[in-house]
């Protein structure tokens, strides 16, 4: 068994692979760059290297600098995590040949994976059904538009050495294409060094289904059923689940089988995932799911088939890379409950879900359910990496039973003063249509306007905030405010805790009673309510957030600019692009806010902004 493990990683991943070695009685090294130097996954590892200034270019993608703070704490494995170089086929042949044991397939299954036309080429010669497309090595823009029209709009544009969803456009018409084309190029060079693309067909109503495969050296795959991550936004998903709602057992063994065929054909060991698209337009099955490509690492979402089988798949990928057998056989693997999982993201959805950075001054995800994270309060988010910042998991003996579980625990997730989607996924886990599982990776979109929270509050909200504001503050006891007037006579309790703190205010105004909480201090009362954070001003009735005015268009975080597309004196109309924000490994494109004329632009392509920088200034027609 390996004694001593490196984790080329961090955040709420790094802090998942730390506990279970811990748990095997495996030391831990950590690697961080600067603006990891304080984090949590450098604070629970039993040692921790410095490997590079914030970016992570310059840090966690530097394979050198991993290896050799390996070789020098005497490590004797890297577990890569996910993302990074989790699916980098040189650094995980660099990492073997410096005689040190990779966590992960072999160099010549993450190659054979990698590229997700050769991929598809690969698993239809092994009997895999895959997706209608063009994966030909001509990249001339004329003849990939030529294939788009031949299949038929709506198609997909994907990067071929794609991943987490960036490099992919939907076109839905010809006219369309050219534009979507240089996006996503554009994203691709800049996320994974390689602007080559496939076009596969668009399926108008796909469910996202994938299946936990695992390998081993002495020959054995086996697969531990599936998962539905069709509730995505911009192809990244938001909500995972395990099993798939709707999956009888026939398609279930469909697909199950298809997987591990797909596994065995690339020699495959350790942690997969085979990913699946289905046209649900008739349900789930067998004869509408083809292969979409293999991610050769363990996923953001193996909690929920954890949840499900009672298996700890870290410590499979570490057994297995100690060469060890597998440690169950297929016919000792079963379905138990159901589980879901929630991404909770360091973004503000009432601001088109552009990431939110800055210091966690109250972190607080209760004590219910599984929570994965990588933050404390205290920490900051940083603008250098993914903005998520935990994931949310709830088990429960059937569907409805898990989705009670996950909602109680985002009801009272309670973070400032970044913002957080919070809110955002409490209302998709109690809209009808997910409840009857009348999902597909379109949900989101079509449901925007009723998920994303209001960001401002109602009457009963402002009566509480306004009702702890000038309760009297009485350690461990209940002030009563009984007919309290503001603009209305609710009956008000507040519960008043240390340091400004409450943990309720009941309200009751001819409404459903709300039972909300979070803290005060002596400017302000930040109230928190199914998720989302409202805060208000002590001395006068208003929302304390500033926004900018008369047209001004402010950098929402540091970040590059990637492309301006106006000119200054040129006519723009509401909702027009004005430019686009390179920021948090995204791509942010920011609009004119009403019709009008750019009459200042202080953004050029390739310039580095700070955050509330103002970029545009917008004057509405006929000032």
């Given at each position: 068994?390996?004694?001593?493990?490196?984790?080329?990683?961090?955040?709420?991943?790094?802090?998942?692979?730390?506990?279970?070695?811990?748990?095997?009685?495996?030391?831990?090294?950590?690697?961080?760059?600067?603006?990891?130097?304080?984090?949590?996954?450098?604070?629970?590892?039993?040692?921790?290297?410095?490997?590079?200034?914030?970016?992570?270019?310059?840090?966690?993608?530097?394979?050198?600098?991993?290896?050799?703070?390996?070789?020098?704490?005497?490590?004797?494995?890297?577990?890569?995590?996910?993302?990074?170089?989790?699916?980098?086929?040189?650094?995980?042949?660099?990492?073997?040949?410096?005689?040190?044991?990779?966590?992960?397939?072999?160099?010549?299954?993450?190659?054979?994976?990698?590229?997700?036309?050769?991929?598809?080429?690969?698993?239809?010669?092994?009997?895999?059904?895959?997706?209608?497309?063009?994966?030909?090595?001509?990249?001339?823009?004329?003849?990939?538009?030529?294939?788009?029209?031949?299949?038929?709009?709506?198609?997909?544009?994907?990067?071929?050495?794609?991943?987490?969803?960036?490099?992919?456009?939907?076109?839905?018409?010809?006219?369309?294409?050219?534009?979507?084309?240089?996006?996503?190029?554009?994203?691709?060079?800049?996320?994974?060094?390689?602007?080559?693309?496939?076009?596969?067909?668009?399926?108008?109503?796909?469910?996202?289904?994938?299946?936990?495969v695992f390998g081993d050296s002495h020959g054995n795959v086996v697969h531990l059923f599936e998962r539905d991550c069709s509730l995505q936004r911009r192809h990244q998903k938001v909500i995972e689940e395990a099993p798939a709602p709707g999956m009888d057992e026939k398609t279930r063994e469909a697909v199950c089988g298809a997987a591990v065929r797909a596994a065995k054909a690339v020699n495959y060991e350790g942690a997969g995932t085979i990913e699946f698209i289905a046209d649900a337009s008739k349900g789930l099955k067998a004869d509408r799911i083809w292969f979409m490509e293999m991610n050769t690492r363990l996923q953001v979402e193996h909690p929920v088939t954890e949840e499900i089988t009672g298996q700890?798949?870290?410590?499979?990928?570490?057994?297995?890379?100690?060469?060890?057998?597998?440690?169950?056989?297929?016919?000792?693997?079963?379905?138990?409950?159901?589980?879901?999982?929630?991404?909770?993201?360091?973004?503000?959805?009432?601001?088109?879900?552009?990431?939110?950075?800055?210091?966690?001054?109250?972190?607080?995800?209760?004590?219910?359910?599984?929570?994965?994270?990588?933050?404390?309060?205290?920490?900051?988010?940083?603008?250098?990496?993914?903005?998520?910042?935990?994931?949310?998991?709830?088990?429960?003996?059937?569907?409805?039973?898990?989705?009670?579980?996950?909602?109680?625990?985002?009801?009272?997730?309670?973070?400032?003063?970044?913002?957080?989607?919070?809110?955002?996924?409490?209302?998709?886990?109690?809209?009808?249509?997910?409840?009857?599982?009348?999902?597909?990776?379109?949900?989101?979109?079509?449901?925007?306007?009723?998920?994303?929270?209001?960001?401002?509050?109602?009457?009963?909200?402002?009566?509480?905030?306004?009702?702890?504001?000038?309760?009297?503050?009485?350690?461990?006891?209940?002030?009563?405010?009984?007919?309290?007037?503001?603009?209305?006579?609710?009956?008000?309790?507040?519960?008043?805790?240390?340091?400004?703190?409450?943990?309720?205010?009941?309200?009751?105004?001819?409404?459903?009673?709300?039972?909300?909480?979070?803290?005060?201090?002596?400017?302000?009362?930040?109230?928190?309510?199914?998720?989302?954070?409202?805060?208000?001003?002590?001395?006068?009735?208003?929302?304390?957030?500033?926004?900018?005015?008369?047209?001004?268009?402010?950098?929402?975080?540091?970040?590059?600019?990637?492309?301006?597309?106006?000119?200054?004196?040129?006519?723009?109309?509401?909702?027009?692009?004005?430019?686009?924000?390179?920021?948090?490994?995204?791509?942010?494109?920011?609009?004119?806010?009403?019709?009008?004329?750019?009459?200042?632009?202080?953004?050029?392509?390739?310039?580095?902004?700070?955050?509330?920088?103002?970029?545009?200034?917008?004057?509405?027609?006929?000032?």
């Amino acid at each position: 068994m390996i004694k001593s493990l490196l984790i080329a990683n961090r955040g709420e991943i790094a802090c998942r692979i730390i506990r279970t070695a811990r748990k095997m009685g495996i030391r831990t090294i950590a690697v961080h760059s600067d603006a990891d130097a304080k984090a949590l996954h450098v604070r629970m590892a039993d040692e921790a290297v410095h490997i590079g200034p914030s970016p992570a270019r310059e840090s966690y993608l530097v394979g050198d600098k991993i290896i050799a703070a390996a070789k020098a704490t005497k490590a004797q494995a890297i577990h890569p995590g996910y993302g990074f170089l989790s699916e980098n086929a040189d650094f995980a042949a660099a990492v073997i040949k410096a005689g040190l044991i990779w966590v992960g397939p072999k160099p010549d299954s993450i190659r054979a994976m990698g590229l997700k036309d050769a991929a598809k080429k690969l698993m239809a010669d092994a009997g895999v059904p895959v997706t209608p497309g063009y994966l030909g090595e001509d990249q001339d823009p004329k003849r990939l538009k030529k294939e788009a029209d031949a299949i038929g709009y709506p198609v997909l544009i994907k990067a071929v050495a794609g991943g987490g969803g960036k490099g992919m456009r939907r076109v839905d018409t010809a006219k369309d294409f050219d534009d979507a084309l240089v996006s996503c190029k554009r994203e691709a060079a800049s996320s994974f060094g390689d602007d080559r693309v496939l076009i596969e067909k668009y399926i108008l109503s796909p469910r996202h289904i994938e299946v936990q495969v695992f390998g081993d050296s002495h020959g054995n795959v086996v697969h531990l059923f599936e998962r539905d991550c069709s509730l995505q936004r911009r192809h990244q998903k938001v909500i995972e689940e395990a099993p798939a709602p709707g999956m009888d057992e026939k398609t279930r063994e469909a697909v199950c089988g298809a997987a591990v065929r797909a596994a065995k054909a690339v020699n495959y060991e350790g942690a997969g995932t085979i990913e699946f698209i289905a046209d649900a337009s008739k349900g789930l099955k067998a004869d509408r799911i083809w292969f979409m490509e293999m991610n050769t690492r363990l996923q953001v979402e193996h909690p929920v088939t954890e949840e499900i089988t009672g298996q700890d798949l870290v410590e499979w990928q570490l057994r297995v890379a100690s060469g060890e057998k597998l440690p169950r056989k297929q016919e000792e693997l079963s379905i138990d409950g159901w589980a879901i999982e929630a991404r909770l993201y360091a973004e503000d959805p009432a601001k088109g879900f552009l990431p939110s950075v800055g210091r966690l001054e109250h972190f607080d995800l209760g004590d219910e359910g599984r929570i994965e994270t990588g933050v404390e309060e205290g920490d900051a988010i940083s603008p250098f990496y993914d903005p998520m910042i935990a994931k949310l998991v709830a088990w429960g003996e059937d569907r409805a039973e898990a989705i009670g579980e996950l909602a109680g625990i985002l009801d009272e997730v309670e973070v400032w003063p970044v913002r957080t989607n919070a809110g955002f996924l409490f209302n998709a886990l109690l809209d009808d249509d997910f409840g009857a599982a009348r999902i597909d990776t379109g949900f989101i979109e079509r449901q925007l306007g009723e998920l994303v929270p209001d960001p401002e509050p109602d009457g009963p909200l402002w009566r509480g905030a306004a009702a702890v504001a000038v309760a009297e503050e009485e350690e461990g006891s209940l002030g009563e405010l009984t007919g309290f007037r503001l603009n209305a006579a609710p009956n008000v309790s507040v519960a008043l805790g240390r340091s400004g703190n409450f943990e309720s205010v009941a309200l009751e105004d001819g409404e459903p009673m709300a039972a909300v909480s979070g803290f005060r201090d002596d400017e302000r009362v930040v109230v928190f309510y199914e998720g989302q954070a409202y805060e208000f001003d002590r001395s006068a009735r208003g929302n304390v957030g500033a926004a900018a005015g008369d047209g001004a268009i402010l950098a929402p975080m540091p970040g590059k600019v990637t492309s301006v597309d106006v000119k200054q004196g040129e006519k723009v109309a509401k909702g027009q692009r004005l430019l686009t924000l390179e920021a948090m490994k995204m791509e942010h494109g920011l609009a004119a806010p009403f019709d009008g004329v750019v009459a200042e632009l202080n953004a050029e392509a390739g310039a580095q902004v700070q955050v509330d920088a103002v970029l545009v200034v917008v004057e509405p027609t006929g000032k």
